[in-house]
């Protein structure tokens, strides 16, 4: 197989957003908020790897039909979230009704590129034996939230990682939001936690601090990057994954820490304004970029 420059790996859910407001439908989960980012920006050299159900192929068909390079994993069912917001859209409360099975060893064997981004939902998403596969093949990015996620009776509960010790030293690059930040960290200073995560092993840390913006720490030094103002705050399902799906874009094709994460930023800005993922193009992120700051 061809080594691609830049693969997501995770599960597209079946989600039911709740709002004051309204109650939507939709596809969900990291594998389809960032492959759908992707698409407007660039599918050159990208690889989705997803698992899915018989029911969901003409999801995967769509994104096909979109250029988007995808390998599908077979899985009995797909992880069907529920997430409901009450007036505060920087907080959730989630349910989780359907759990897929787990990514193994043996599916990801034959699958390659310059950087690999676990997109994890739940903590049995992929095995640490996984984890350290993917580590040897890539530049391996890991968003830590399904790693903190256990469900018991549908219900959500945050934990923190085990194997945390064992694991963060295969991951370069680790995206936390604060909530995250704190369950893994144990505080909620982000420039403390930045240090704890790069003392446990992890080398590009990505703090993401709703609308007081994103921390980045990379090669002892830090990156202040603001949240870029939005006319509007309809829907913040799939953010951090339209975060990440910009910043590893950039890095992949060269910029530094900074600049990949204000157009990751920017990418933000756009997401919130209306439900699903990011779409829109460089141009508006890139004035964005220009005219906010």
């Known amino acids: 197989m061809s080594i691609h420059k830049l693969c997501?790996?995770?599960?597209?859910?079946?989600?039911?957003?709740?709002?004051?407001?309204?109650?939507?439908?939709?596809?969900?989960g990291t594998a389809w908020?960032?492959?759908?980012?992707?698409?407007?920006?660039?599918t050159d050299d990208f690889l989705l790897?997803?698992?899915v159900e018989e029911e969901q192929q003409p999801v995967i068909e769509e994104l096909r039909g979109e250029g988007i390079d995808v390998i599908t994993i077979p899985t009995r069912r797909s992880?069907?979230?529920?997430?409901?917001?009450?007036?505060?859209?920087?907080?959730?409360?989630?349910?989780?009704?359907?759990?897929?099975d787990p990514f193994t060893i043996e599916s990801l064997q034959t699958i390659d590129a310059d950087i690999i981004h676990l997109g994890s939902l739940l903590h049995d998403d992929f095995s640490a034996d996984a984890i350290k596969l993917l580590s040897s093949k890539a530049?391996?990015?890991?968003?830590?939230?399904?790693?903190?996620?256990?469900?018991?009776?549908?219900?959500?509960?945050?934990?923190d990682w085990e194997e945390k010790r064992e694991l963060l030293p295969y991951i370069h690059t680790l995206k936390a939001n604060e909530t995250e930040m704190e369950v893994l960290t144990?505080?909620?200073?982000?420039?403390?936690?930045?240090?704890?995560?790069?003392?446990?092993?992890?080398?590009?840390?990505?703090?993401?601090?709703?609308?007081?913006?994103?921390?980045?720490?990379?090669?002892?030094?830090?990156?202040?990057?603001?949240?870029?103002?939005?006319?509007?705050?309809?829907?913040?399902?799939g953010c951090g994954d339209t975060y990440m799906a910009g910043y590893l874009?950039?890095?992949?094709?060269?910029?530094?820490?900074?600049?990949?994460?204000?157009?990751?930023?920017?990418?933000?800005?756009?997401?919130?304004?209306d439900y699903g993922p990011f779409n829109s193009t460089e141009k508006v992120v890139r004035r964005i970029m220009s005219s906010s700051y």
């Open 49 to 51: 790897v997803t698992a």
């Open 79 to 100: 992880a069907c979230f529920v997430n409901i917001y009450d007036g505060n859209l920087n907080s959730r409360k989630q349910r989780v009704t359907a759990q897929p």
């Open 249 to 273: 874009l950039q890095r992949s094709l060269g910029k530094d820490e900074d600049e990949a994460g204000r157009f990751a930023a920017a990418m933000c800005t756009v997401k919130l304004q």
């Open 33 to 42: 908020y960032f492959a759908k980012a992707i698409k407007q920006l660039s």
């Open 186 to 237: 144990g505080t909620s200073d982000p420039y403390e936690a930045a240090l704890i995560l790069k003392d446990l092993g992890v080398k590009e840390v990505i703090l993401t601090l709703g609308d007081k913006g994103s921390l980045i720490y990379h090669r002892g030094q830090y990156h202040d990057i603001p949240a870029y103002p939005t006319l509007s705050l309809v829907d913040v399902t």
């Open 139 to 159: 530049t391996l990015s890991v968003d830590v939230q399904g790693f903190l996620r256990k469900v018991s009776d549908e219900q959500v509960q945050h934990i």
């Open 8 to 28: 997501c790996i995770g599960y597209i859910t079946n989600d039911t957003i709740v709002t004051p407001d309204n109650t939507t439908s939709l596809p969900g």
